[in-house]
């Protein structure tokens, strides 16, 4: 039986990939962390309010017990920031301040 991709669009620019490594080496809520200090231009540390509005330990959590498949996905806004996790560890961070043409959110 062939698998299906599920295939999203947004129309935000893109500011941020990275992704998660395996096996806890660089779990989803350090790499959110860092994505969202990088755009802000911030340290990570000066992030705490608004980390508060999100429970990136809950997001570690419902990645590690994942599969690995690519078909779950996991978004939410953060101020002006849109956040997209997926399933397999992919993180986009996009400005919805500056809105595009709709794509894709992962290739």
Same mark, same amino acid.
């Given at each position: 039986m062939a698998t299906q991709q599920l295939s999203l669009q947004c129309s935000c620019t893109p500011a941020y990939k990275t992704w998660a490594k +395996?096996?806890?080496e660089i779990p989803p809520s350090a790499a959110i962390i860092e994505g969202l200090a990088e755009v802000e231009d911030a340290n +990570?540390?000066?992030l705490d309010p608004l980390l508060e509005q999100i429970d990136l330990d809950a997001v570690d959590q419902l990645l590690d017990h994942s599969d690995g498949a690519q078909s779950a996905l996991l978004s939410y806004s953060l101020g002006r920031w849109n956040v997209f996790v997926r399933q397999d560890g992919h993180i986009l961070i996009c400005d919805s301040d500056r809105q595009t043409d709709p794509s894709p959110?992962?290739?």
């Open positions: +395996p096996e806890g +990570p540390l000066e959110i992962f290739d």
